[in-house]
């Protein structure tokens, strides 16, 4: 029987932050941890795929106006490619009455940038997001300060515009592309 699609509960919010960990674990945003659930000022809807009490996806977007935004969308990898993300996304797309546009942002994992061009997202921006780490090279923090009483930065997380990639990839050693996608929900005026 597949998971059910259903509003999260604050009884979720373990399993949720399991789900979101293991499903970003082998992608470019390994990195994106967190240790609590977010909550939102905005209206919101968040959504979960609940398998015999857990959760094995979610989705949640945020609601701005005439903006929608998806904060998180993920799926436990032992459930990947079987079309919970798409019947997530199909449950929330009414419940986003009002919204003239979705977007969502998202780095270079081929499988996450597929899935938003095959449900009508289509790129809309690019830019960079830069790492540099002391562990790896001191050279990479070179022209990043602190001020005083604190130490110099031993890590720094940076965005640069697109136009620069080729310069930038010369000197540090992790950088995304990170894509903005945007699919309009009402014809747009």
């Known amino acids: 029987m597949p998971p059910t699609i259903r509003g999260y509960q604050p009884d979720d919010a373990a399993s949720w ?9 082998e992608t470019e945003y390994y990195d994106d941890v967190y240790t609590q659930r977010p909550t939102y000022d905005l209206p919101s809807v968040q959504l979960v795929a609940d398998d015999g009490g857990t959760v094995v996806g979610l989705l949640d977007v945020a609601l701005d106006g005439v903006e929608a935004t998806i904060e998180s969308v993920a799926v436990h990898p032992d459930h990947a490619r079987s079309g919970i993300a798409s019947r997530l996304l199909g449950a929330a797309l009414p419940r986003l009455a ?15 940038n597929g899935w938003y061009l095959a449900r009508g997202f289509r790129e809309n921006h690019r ?3 830069v790492y540099a780490d002391s562990r790896v090279t001191d050279a ?3 022209g990043f300060t602190a001020p005083e009483p604190l130490s110099a930065p031993l890590f720094a997380f940076a965005h640069a515009r ?7 990839r010369r000197r540090y050693r992790r950088v995304h592309v990170c894509r903005q ?3 309009h929900l009402t014809p747009p005026a």
């Open 17 to 25: 932050l399991r789900c979101r960990l293991l499903s970003f674990f």
């Open 98 to 112: 009002g919204a003239r546009t979705l977007d969502a942002w998202t780095r270079g994992d081929e499988a996450a």
């Open 127 to 129: 830019y960079l997001q």
């Open 140 to 142: 990479e923090l070179e």
């Open 162 to 168: 697109i136009d620069d990639e080729e310069e930038i």
């Open 181 to 183: 996608y945007l699919r």
